[in-house]
């Protein structure tokens, strides 16, 4: 079993539609997480992290439920240039250990 | 842009032969961290270089190998290449301060193993 698991996708959605995305992680002494955002042929890139009581940033809303070791991201009104393949990413520790799944795709199309 | 700067953009190699990539970490930065993200694969961690010293390691074999330098910068060595070794080489550069820390990535090498 991989050690983070995220929703195979793709997911095609029409602009201002609202997407989740769910992704589930396997080492409980995990402490810290974050969505980063990558697009085709380019470098992944942080798109928020993601804190124990929900954080939003604009459109974006990330949560997380340490119990059940499940994250989401969700993204509301999705635009054009919301399409790329979004990353669930967990810390294991202070050393800036990174386990990244396996991404989802996403095209928001007019 | 990230600051974080890599070379070569791509790379084509042979079975059994050996290569060297490269990273120059964000300025400040003293942390860099290796990937290999293979096509429709989330980046798989290989090791981190903090302070010129291995600090973490993932599941790769130890023909996967590196260093760090007194500026920071850091090589990623594969011995005896292998075809399933074709992939997308990321390093990210961070500032170690607790588990919040920001990874910066640089654009990556290509690597193409016949």
């Known amino acids: 079993r991989k050690e983070v698991e995220q929703d195979p996708g793709p997911f095609n959605v029409p602009e201002g539609a609202t997407v989740a995305f769910n992704c589930t992680y396997s080492?409980?002494?995990?402490?810290?997480f974050f969505w980063y955002r990558q697009d085709c042929r380019k470098e992944p890139k942080l798109l928020m992290s993601?804190?124990?009581s929900g954080n939003e940033d604009g459109r974006f809303t990330a949560q997380l439920n340490r119990a059940s070791q499940y994250i989401s991201l969700l993204i509301r009104d999705s635009k054009l240039s919301d399409s790329a393949t979004y990353l669930c990413?967990?810390?294991?520790?202070?050393?800036?250990?990174?386990?990244f799944g396996a991404g989802t795709r996403l095209t928001v199309k007019p | 842009e990230t600051g974080v700067t890599q070379s070569p953009t791509h790379l084509i190699k042979t079975r059994g032969q050996q290569v060297t990539l490269r990273c120059s970490s964000q300025?400040?930065?003293?942390?860099v961290s290796w990937y290999q993200q293979a096509l429709g694969q989330g980046p798989q961690f290989i090791f981190q270089?903090?302070?010129?010293?291995?600090?973490g390691r993932g599941n790769f074999p130890p023909r996967f190998s590196g260093l760090q330098f007194p500026n920071y910068s850091s090589e990623l060595n594969v011995n005896a290449l292998e075809l399933d070794d074709s992939a997308l080489y990321l390093c990210?550069?961070?500032?170690?301060?607790?588990?919040?820390?920001?990874?910066?990535f640089g654009p990556g090498t290509r690597l193409t193993v016949l």
């Open positions: 270089y903090y302070r010129e010293e291995e600090n």
């Open positions: 993601v804190y124990s």
């Open positions: 080492n409980s002494a995990s402490q810290s």
């Open positions: 990413v967990v810390k294991r520790g202070n050393n800036n250990d990174m386990r």
């Open positions: 300025s400040g930065h003293n942390t």
């Open positions: 990210a550069s961070s500032w170690t301060e607790g588990p919040w820390g920001e990874q910066f």
